[in-house]
């Protein structure tokens, strides 16, 4: 008996290769999901035929799902990324819940592109505020140029008579 166990412990397994999904295969998944809906992941690894239950379900819900976010992080997604990880630790399940539609995958990958990057939250939070700042100060600079306008145009309004302001407004009635 004891021989059964070491042998059955000790025999190496053959590794299954692990094969990209191509561009083809993401078709006929998205289209098998389409048909048969996102819960009969048997039936629909079966039509794939080279794929088991849980890889057309991963590759579904991480990559292919229309619910799933793809756009770039932007540097609020960041901070609070940075913030949860140093809440939670490497839980990236429970982070990625904290997220619009983002996925634990995308999530992990975004905090190792920040630490390759040496991006701390403070830098960000710095880079935020000198950013708003960067946006206050052209909106006021818009908005005086506006009101420069403005004054010009009121200047060039006093020099009307009441007959010049017909050929702007034919239908306006001058007292």
């Not at 166990?5 to 191509?22: D, E, G, I, M, W």
Request: overall charge neutral; hydrophobic content about 35%; some cysteine.
């Amino acid at each position: 008996m004891d021989q059964f166990f070491r042998l059955q412990f000790q025999t190496p397994r053959k590794a299954h290769p692990k094969v990209k999904f191509t561009v083809e295969d993401d078709a006929k998944l998205k289209s098998l999901v389409e048909t048969y809906g996102e819960t009969d992941w048997n039936l629909i690894s079966q039509k794939m035929e080279t794929r088991n239950p849980r890889q057309c379900r991963e590759r579904w819900e991480n990559y292919l799902s229309p619910k799933v976010n793809h756009s770039p992080f932007t540097p609020a997604e960041d901070i609070q990324l940075l913030t949860l990880y140093e809440e939670l630790g490497a839980k990236w399940v429970q982070i990625s819940k904290r997220f619009n539609n983002r996925t634990d995958i995308s999530v992990k990958s975004r905090w190792m592109v920040l630490k390759r990057r040496n991006i701390t939250k403070e830098s960000l939070l710095s880079q935020t505020a000198q950013s708003a700042q960067e946006i206050e100060d052209k909106d006021l600079q818009e908005r005086s140029n506006n009101v420069d306008k403005i004054i010009k145009r009121l200047a060039n309004i006093a020099e009307y008579s009441d007959d010049d302001w017909l050929l702007f407004e034919p239908n306006a009635v001058c007292f």
